[in-house]
C-alpha cells in the first residue's frame, strides 16, 4: 500500500466568490473542522474509539472563472501535478457555468473527479447527464452544505482517484509486462522458426549426402567386385605363361645342361628364379586383394601352439634361433588371420638376418585392453624414415635379387591387424636390429 505522504490530495476549487474559496480552505485545509459528529457515528458503528488525528490535509488551488480553472487543470498536467478533484459551482457569470467548464476540462484531463455545487435547480440531473453523460466522476453537492460532507467527499473522491490511478499504474505495468514477454516470445518463435528451417535444410542436405553415399557405396562394390573379377582373370591369365616359361626353362636346363657352360646355367637359374618370383608375386597379390572381403569365423586360437607349429613349418638355419619368450595367452579370433601375421613376421626376420648367430624373440604383454604381440631380431636395423614405408605395398629395402621379397608382407600385416580391431608398427635403429609390433584386443 502507499504511504500517506505518497497520495495525491490536490484540490482545485472552481468558483467566482472568494467567500467560498475561503470556506473550503478552512473546511480542507486545516485541522479545525469539526468532525465529532462523524466520529462519535463511526464509533458507534464499528466501535471504534474517535481519533481527530486521522484528519486529513489537502491541498487547495482556487480559480474564480471556468476558463482559468481549465488552465489551471493544462498547467497541472504539464507540471505531472494533477489535480485530484474539483468542487465546481454551476453559476459562475459573466463566463463559462459549472457544466460547460465541466466539459471542457473533462476533454484535457477525464480523470478528474468532480463535485458540482448548486444552490439553484438550473439543471435537472437528465439534463447533466445528457450534457456530460452518465458517469461515475461526478457528484452533485446542494448549498448550503455540511462541513463534514465537504471533508468526507473530498476524502472518498481523492482516495478514489488514487486508487484509480494505482490500477492505471498497476494495468500498465502488466501491459508492459505482456508487451514484453509478447516481445520475447516473438523473438523466440522467430529463432525457433529459424532453427525448424536450418534443421529442415540440414536434414534435406542430409538426406542428399545419405544418397550420394548410398550411390557412392554401390560405385564402389561394383568396383570392388570388378577389381576382384580382373584379380583372378589377370592371376590366371599371368599364371599361365609364367608356367609355360618355368617349365620351358627347366626343359632347357635339363636337355642342354652340357651344352652351357657357367654362365648360360647361371642365367637359367636366374630366369627360374624370376619366374618363380613373378608367380609369389601375383599370388600375394590376390591374398591382398581378398584381405577383409569376408569374415572367417572365429575360434579360440592357443598362440603357443600356432607358433610351435610355424617354426617347425619355417625350419629356420641352424645359425638362426626363434624363441617365444614367454607363455602367449589364448584368444577368441580369426585363426587363420593371426598365422598369416606371425608367418610374414617370422620368414621377413629370417631373411634379413645378416649376424653369423641370428636371434629372433616372440613376446606378448597385455595393456588396457588390448594384447601387444613383438617380433625382435637382431637383424640390420632400418632407417626412421623407412618405418611407414616399409608397410606399404611393393615397398622393399633390398633389391628383389638379393632376398627373395614380393614387397606385400608387410602390407598384408598392417591390414589384417587393423582388420581385427588393431595396428601394426615398427621400431629399429640401424645396426641395433628392429621389433616389430602388432595389437590385438582381449
Not at 17 to 38: C, K, M, P, W, Y
Not at 65 to 77: R, T
Not at 120 to 149: C, H, M
Not at 257 to 268: C, L, M, N
Request: aromatic share 8%; proline share 3%; with cysteine.
Amino acid at each position: 500500500m502507499i504511504k500517506e505522504c505518497q497520495r495525491n490530495r490536490r484540490v482545485l476549487v472552481i468558483d467566482d466568490s472568494e467567500s467560498i474559496h475561503e470556506d473550503f480552505r478552512a473546511i480542507l485545509g486545516s485541522s479545525n473542522v469539526d468532525t465529532t459528529t462523524l466520529d462519535e457515528a463511526k464509533a458507534a458503528i464499528f466501535s471504534e474509539i474517535p481519533n481527530s488525528s486521522e484528519q486529513i490535509s489537502f491541498e487547495i488551488e482556487s480559480a474564480l472563472q471556468g476558463q482559468e480553472g481549465l488552465q489551471k487543470v493544462k498547467q497541472s498536467l504539464h507540471e505531472n501535478r494533477p489535480y485530484a478533484m474539483a468542487f465546481v459551482d454551476v453559476r459562475m457569470p459573466p463566463g463559462w457555468d459549472g457544466i460547460d467548464t465541466i466539459k471542457q476540462i473533462w476533454q484535457e484531463y477525464p480523470e478528474l473527479q468532480v463535485v458540482i455545487c448548486t444552490a439553484y435547480s438550473d439543471y435537472k440531473w437528465n439534463d447533466i447527464v445528457a450534457k456530460l453523460g452518465q458517469t461515475e466522476r461526478l457528484v452533485i453537492l446542494k448549498k448550503p452544505f455540511d462541513n463534514v460532507e465537504v471533508y468526507q467527499l473530498a476524502s472518498a473522491l481523492t482516495e478514489k482517484w488514487n486508487l484509480a490511478r494505482q490500477a492505471s499504474l498497476k494495468m500498465e505495468q502488466l501491459e508492459q509486462i505482456v508487451q514484453e514477454r509478447t516481445e520475447g516470445h516473438k523473438e523466440a518463435n522467430g529463432h525457433l522458426k529459424q532453427e525448424i528451417a536450418e534443421r529442415e535444410h540440414a536434414e534435406e542436405e542430409l538426406e542428399k549426402l545419405n544418397k550420394d553415399l548410398q550411390s557412392t557405396i554401390q560405385k564402389l562394390e561394383r568396383a570392388n567386385k570388378e577389381l576382384k573379377e580382373f584379380a583372378h582373370i589377370a592371376a590366371h591369365d599371368l599364371k599361365s605363361p609364367l608356367r609355360a616359361i618355368g617349365t620351358l626353362a627347366d626343359w632347357i636346363s635339363t636337355d642342354y645342361a652340357d651344352k652351357f657352360d657357367e654362365q648360360g646355367k647361371e642365367r637359367v637359374r636366374l630366369l627360374l628364379t624370376r619366374a618363380k618370383q613373378m608367380s609369389a608375386l601375383i599370388d600375394d597379390i590376390l591374398r591382398y586383394s581378398r584381405l577383409g572381403q569376408s569374415s572367417p569365423e572365429k575360434q579360440e586360437v592357443d598362440f603357443n601352439a600356432i607358433l610351435t607349429e610355424l617354426i617347425d613349418e619355417i625350419d629356420p638355419p641352424e645359425n638362426i634361433e626363434i624363441i617365444v619368450d614367454n607363455e602367449l595367452p589364448t584368444i577368441t579370433c580369426e585363426k587363420i588371420h593371426i598365422i598369416q601375421i606371425f608367418r610374414n613376421l617370422l620368414t621377413n626376420a629370417v631373411k634379413y638376418i645378416d649376424k653369423p648367430r641370428g636371434q629372433i624373440k616372440v613376446r606378448c604383454v597385455e595393456q588396457d585392453s588390448f594384447w601387444i604381440f613383438s617380433v625382435v631380431d637382431n637383424g640390420p636395423g632400418i632407417d626412421k624414415k623407412y618405418h611407414e614405408k616399409i608397410f606399404k605395398v611393393f615397398q622393399t629395402l633390398t633389391p628383389c635379387d638379393k632376398v627373395k621379397s614380393t614387397g606385400i608382407g608387410l602390407s598384408i600385416v598392417k591390414k589384417l591387424a587393423e582388420v581385427n580391431s588393431g595396428r601394426a608398427w615398427v621400431e629399429s635403429e640401424i645396426g641395433k636390429g628392429s621389433t616389430f609390433f602388432f595389437t590385438l584386443p582381449k
